[in-house]
Nanobody
Framework: QVQLVESGGGLVQPGGSLRLSCAASGFIFSLYTMSWYRQAPGKERELVAF????????NYADSVKGRFTISRDNSKNMVYLQMNSLKPEDTAVYYC?????????WGQGTQVTVSS
């Protein structure tokens, strides 16, 4: 059974940091590109960052470049999103996704709220 389980969300003040984690199971994690998406209230879901299988190359949305870092640990089937210098506009539900070009899997999401 495929599972992606996000954790690490919460309430943080502007300028603060959070580290999101996504635990994967039920598929060959190392062969999948892993991504973080987010969806704010009333807005469409948007890609935040992804990290490829193999080389582990990364890419980021312009809105988070220089503040967020995506990483993966294939030995633990985990993907992370380190979020620094958080802004109120980063408030959203954050989702983990795995895809290999034929299949894609989504987690249930974790809420991140940036507010003073």
């Amino acid at each position: 059974q495929v599972q992606l389980v996000e954790s690490g969300g919460g309430l943080v003040q502007p300028g603060g940091s959070l580290r999101l984690s996504c635990a994967a199971s039920g598929f060959i994690f190392s062969l999948y590109t892993m991504s973080w998406y987010r969806q704010a209230p009333g807005k469409e879901r948007e890609l935040v960052a992804f990290i490829s299988s193999g080389s582990g190359s990364t890419n980021y949305a312009d809105s988070v470049k220089g503040r967020f870092t995506i990483s993966r640990d294939n030995s633990k089937n985990m993907v992370y999103l380190q979020m620094n210098s958080l802004k109120p506009e980063d408030t959203a539900v954050y989702y983990c996704k795995g895809n290999n070009g034929r299949r894609e899997y989504w987690g249930q999401g974790t809420q991140v709220t940036v507010s003073s």
